[in-house]
């Protein structure tokens, strides 16, 4: 019995302690946690039907990815007798607009006259064709469509650069916020 008491006593002063921690405010947390939005299925559906519209517009059946802020794919189809290679083309296109925050078409041409960024055509799953473009919501990038089969780079890049859904504030090209 004076074990158990004296466990009680010596114990009990830590107990009020640990009771009267409070947790972080919330200054404290935005240090460590950073807000991210979510590229839902039916907005990727979207950016995808406006991206088809514009590939129709120019009489082409074409592949399109899309992937959500940390690379995963959320929509992945091809086209109509678009060759099977070009279903991998346009997820890499995305993931590379993605990671590196600019269009596969600016990007492949930055690497080719820049000795320094010329090896960026070299790492495994980056690919520098047209075709790929982030997608920007207040000023970050939260997800990337590729596109791929359009009948060269350029048309590839239109028709990626199409999907963007600026009513809901989705844009292909960053936004300064004031």
């Known amino acids: 019995m004076r074990h158990a008491l004296f466990l009680i006593i010596f114990f009990l002063p830590g107990f009020g302690w640990a009771q009267a921690s409070k947790p972080p405010t919330a200054p404290v947390a935005q240090a460590w946690v950073s807000e991210a939005y979510q590229l839902p299925l039916k907005t990727a559906q979207e950016i995808a039907a406006r991206a088809r519209l514009k590939a129709a517009a120019l009489q082409k059946e074409v592949s399109i990815a899309i992937v959500d802020a940390s690379g995963e794919v959320i929509l992945l189809s091809r086209g109509d007798g678009v060759g099977p290679h ?93």
Do not use: C, F, M
């Not at 469509?145 to 890049?157: H, Y």
């Open 86 to 178: 070009n279903t991998e083309a346009a997820r890499r296109k995305a993931y590379t607009s993605l990671s590196t925050k600019t269009t596969t078409l600016l990007l492949g041409r930055n690497a080719r006259t820049n000795p320094d960024t010329e090896n960026l055509a070299h790492l495994p799953e980056l690919l520098l064709l047209g075709g790929g473009t982030p997608l920007w919501h207040q000023g970050k990038v939260i997800g990337a469509i590729g596109v791929a089969g359009g009948g060269g780079p350029e048309n590839d890049d239109t028709i990626a650069a199409a999907g963007q859904l600026s009513e809901a504030g989705i844009t292909t090209t960053k936004i300064q916020l004031n």
